[in-house]
């Protein structure tokens, strides 16, 4: 099935491939939604000539000056390769426009052999037309879809209409536009309605307007990447006694999250990460959702490493986001984005705290699973730094949803000894693969982390407050 892109990668993404040749698209949406934006796109992206039809909508001349903020809009293609019309002009009374408003199309469609025809909207057409508009439409769309022309209808439908407007059940396509409100900002989505005789990734996909035109973000979820090649390599964490600890390091294309209470060493560990594959010439990205990327080179510089020339060879690209502004659709996004740049094969993302807050009832799991395996799948070593709330105690529980997402586990715990607090460190976790099982302390110096080792003589370190093995012993057979 030969198909027509939408100039929109992502769209295109969304579609299989673009509009199949010769489809009736119906883009619907309330006011405000981004509609006419998205079939203007279309149209200027399209390399065959495309006209626009306009029935009751806003002034050609109006039209015209709202594009010239999109950067997609080429002066140049106006009544060139991309013609405006109205069908108002055909007759004088609105009543009596859909009949020569559709021959007028269809003439077009067989004279210019248009790439796109856009009729916004077209639900002036239905309303002038009543019961008749949908043998019009159905006459039309056969015949224009005879010269391999998209024809797509624009119009201010809402979900009543889906169930009961003609267009919706001759529309080879429907794409539904909405504008959401969410807290105390609004989510613009885009759902695929219809799309006949193909597949598509279904479901809620975020979109924005920028200068740039419309963008669209689908759901990381609704494209799942295959699971990753493995290699059986490791990779250094950048910390000699972690990377005994773990076998020889981490292991490739894998995923491992560093949890522990604020202040524990997360940063520390994810910087020593990717400050160690920078160093053996592994491109890298790190997320970070709290911290800029000056107070991520400030914190850097404390430890010796200078990311500067880093960042500025490309090899190191520092991603700040806010998830619950942006949304988590954008997020991933920004991330894959980020990792394509420079094929990174390290990425640290921190933290997951962030990403759970932002994301709505239970899909924080899935959307996790897919943003990593993604990653994984272009062949980087994720490492994640999630948030726990316990600062003492032996309790420990990643949140829910982390615990499949995870090939290998570290924890870090705060305990009480010599009337001092200290850090303590164990890889509770690593799939498919040995790895020691000792609690250490661990710390961290003006150089970085240092595993110091084993916390020897004591017992009930997790607790926060260890106790002397023997001591313990004697408590326990009563002596």
Not at 124 to 130: D, I, K, R, S, V
Not at 178 to 185: D, H, M, R, V
Not at 439 to 454: D, H, P, Q, S, Y
Request: with cysteine; hydrophobic share 40%; proline share 5%.
């Amino acid at each position: 099935m030969s198909r027509v892109s939408t100039g929109i990668p992502a769209l295109d993404l969304v579609l299989g491939g673009g509009f199949p040749t010769g489809s009736l698209v119906v883009i619907a949406g309330p006011p405000g939604t981004g509609k006419t934006i998205l079939a203007q796109q279309i149209c200027f992206a399209n390399p065959r000539p495309s006209i626009y039809y306009t029935t009751l909508s806003e002034p050609h001349a109006k039209l015209v000056a709202h594009l010239q903020s999109f950067s997609f809009f080429e002066p140049e293609a106006i009544g060139d390769r991309v013609r405006f019309h109205h069908l108002t002009s055909l007759t004088s009374s609105t009543a009596e426009l859909s009949a020569p408003a559709t021959a007028e199309v269809a003439r077009e469609a067989f004279e210019s052999r248009p790439g796109v025809i856009v009729i916004d909207s077209s639900k002036a057409l239905h309303e002038a037309e009543g019961s008749g508009f949908r043998r019009s439409i159905y006459d039309l769309a056969s015949k224009v879809a005879h010269t391999d022309t998209l024809l797509i209808l624009v119009g201010e439908y809402d979900e009543d209409d889906l169930r009961t407007a003609p267009e919706f059940a001759v529309a080879d396509a429907i794409i539904l536009l909405t504008n959401q409100p969410s807290g105390l900002t609004d989510r613009r989505w885009l759902r695929v309605a219809k799309l006949r005789g193909s597949d598509y990734l279904a479901g809620h996909h975020a979109f924005r307007i920028s200068s740039d035109g419309f963008a669209l973000y689908p759901r990381p979820e609704s494209n799942p990447a295959p699971p990753p090649a493995t290699d059986g390599l490791r990779l250094s964490s950048g910390i000699e006694g972690l990377d005994a600890m773990t076998n020889g390091g981490i292991p490739s294309s894998s995923a491992t999250i560093v949890a522990g209470p604020s202040g524990a060493g997360k940063t520390v560990i994810a910087l020593h990460f990717l400050v160690e594959g920078l160093r053996r010439g592994e491109p890298c990205v790190y997320v970070s959702f709290q911290e800029s990327a000056q107070q991520l080179l400030a914190k850097a510089q404390h430890f010796g490493w200078n990311l500067g020339g880093w960042i500025h060879d490309g090899a190191l690209r520092i991603v700040h986001v806010q998830p619950v502004e942006m949304g988590l659709d954008v997020v991933a996004a920004e991330i894959h984005r980020a990792a394509s740049a420079n094929s990174a094969r390290r990425v640290a993302i921190d933290s997951l705290a962030e990403l759970r807050h932002a994301a709505a009832g239970e899909r924080f799991p899935d959307y996790l699973w897919s943003l990593v395996g993604a990653l994984r799948a272009d062949g980087a070593t994720v490492l994640l730094t999630s948030e726990t709330e316990a600062f003492f105690g032996p309790a420990f529980e990643l949140a829910r949803g982390l615990s499949f997402v995870a090939d290998n586990v570290v924890l870090l715990r705060y305990t009480e000894l010599d009337s001092e607090i200290r850090r303590a460190l164990v890889v509770v976790k690593m799939r498919d693969s040995a790895h020691v099982k000792s609690l250490v302390e661990f710390e961290i110096t003006n150089r970085g982390a240092l595993v110091k080792g084993k916390f020897a003589g004591f017992t009930s370190v997790l607790s926060g407050t260890p106790v002397p093995a023997e001591q313990k012993f004697r408590e326990f057979f009563g002596r």
